[in-house]
């Protein structure tokens, strides 16, 4: 089946920026999610982008998506201690009410 | 997460025993999702909804059944839990105008004994 993978862990310094990679391998995905959970919460909507785009920035995110790679990122600039959280990329595969998840990666941000 | 209204959000039980996760939206979304999520593993899709009386299998659906009479409700069931059973239950939702987000509620977290 299609599968999404990332790195299971990260930690930064706070102040700089965090780069979390993910990968997947359904080429007709046609959009592409990240997601923040913080703990005991369920999953909070970062942002997403559309498989015919290149970047897209929000504030402090910026997307960056290699379509021929298959291969998207999600950098956080100037990271804070309120940024430390499990982030979830998805890619939607099969329709749009389906969503492949990864496995999250574990940011931890320390002074 | 407003809109996306998840109860019991702590359940127990007993192998064997059977219950029902309730998942409620007031934002008249057509589209209702049921996603576990176990360690390591990220979240996986159950069953799936795109309207009132229609659903479909996802991923992981042996075990559990759904129902969607309503726009508003979709519940899932357990008609016999086993301790393979134990994770975090998230209901998500989208309305179905163009390719929408999904957005969830904030799970139920179910321990099998």
């Known amino acids: 089946g299609e599968d999404v993978e990332q790195s299971l862990f990260l930690s930064v310094r706070e102040g700089d920026s965090s780069v979390i990679n993910c990968t997947y391998t359904d080429s007709s995905s046609t959009y592409l999610y990240w997601y923040k959970q913080e703990p005991g919460a369920g999953l909070q909507l970062l942002t997403y982008i559309f498989s015919n785009m290149d970047m897209k920035q929000d504030q402090r995110l910026t997307v960056l998506l290699n379509k021929k790679d298959k291969h998207l990122s999600l950098r956080i600039a100037d990271t804070q201690t309120g940024d430390s959280a499990i982030y979830f990329c998805?890619?939607?595969?099969?329709?749009?009410?389906?969503?492949?998840f990864g496995a999250g990666t574990r940011l931890a941000v320390h002074p | 997460n407003a809109g996306v209204t998840q109860t019991p959000k702590f359940q127990v039980l007993k192998t064997g025993q059977s219950m029902t996760l309730q998942c409620a939206q007031d934002m008249n979304h057509e589209y209702m999702s049921w996603y576990r999520q176990d360690p390591g593993m990220g979240l996986r899709l159950i069953h799936y909804s795109v309207g009132a009386g229609i659903t479909d299998q996802g991923e992981v659906p042996n075990g559990y059944n759904v129902s969607r009479s309503t726009t508003e409700d979709f519940p899932l069931r357990l008609l016999s839990a086993a301790p393979s059973q134990t994770s975090v239950y998230f209901c998500?939702?989208?309305?179905?105008?163009?390719?929408?987000?999904?957005?969830f509620g904030d799970g139920t977290r179910l321990s099998i004994l």
């Open positions: 998500a939702t989208r309305t179905g105008a163009g390719n929408q987000p999904q957005h």
């Open positions: 998805a890619a939607d595969s099969g329709g749009y009410n389906k969503l492949i």
